[in-house]
Nanobody, 115 residues
Framework: QVQLVESGGGLVQAGGSLRLSCAAS????????MGWYRQGPGNERDLVATISSGGTTNYADSVKGRFTITRDNAKNTMYLEMNSLKPEDTAVYYC?????????WGQGTQVTVSS
């Protein structure tokens, strides 16, 4: 199995920054994707950004230029640097790990951006 532990959410004012972390452990195969998704009140869970084990990234249009996804393969840890945060970024942020063996979600971490 694969386990995910998220950290770094919180309350921040508009224009501020936060950094999310997601540490994976367990059956980690070499080729995999990790990503961040978010779900606001009354909304579906949407893609924020993904990154492959080779470093290829993909971003939602709404966060391009403001958010940066990175990973440290040696630590099996993924990060999301969020800058210029907006109230509409308020959501529960979920970490996701995908390989040919597993598709696993973290427990979610709340990000609240006040105006």
């Amino acid at each position: 199995q694969v386990q995910l532990v998220e950290s770094g959410g919180g309350l921040v004012q508009a224009g501020g920054s936060l950094r999310l972390s997601c540490a994976a452990s367990g059956m980690i195969v070499s080729f995999n994707y990790m990503g961040w998704y978010r779900q606001g009140p009354g909304n579906e869970r949407d893609l924020v950004a993904t990154i492959s084990s080779g470093g290829t990234t993909n971003y939602a249009d709404s966060v391009k230029g403001r958010f940066t996804i990175t990973r440290d393969n040696a630590k099996n840890t993924m990060y999301l640097e969020m800058n210029s945060l907006k109230p509409e970024d308020t959501a529960v942020y979920y970490c996701n790990f995908r390989s040919f063996l597993y598709n696993v979600w973290g427990q979610g971490t709340q990000v609240t951006v006040s105006s």
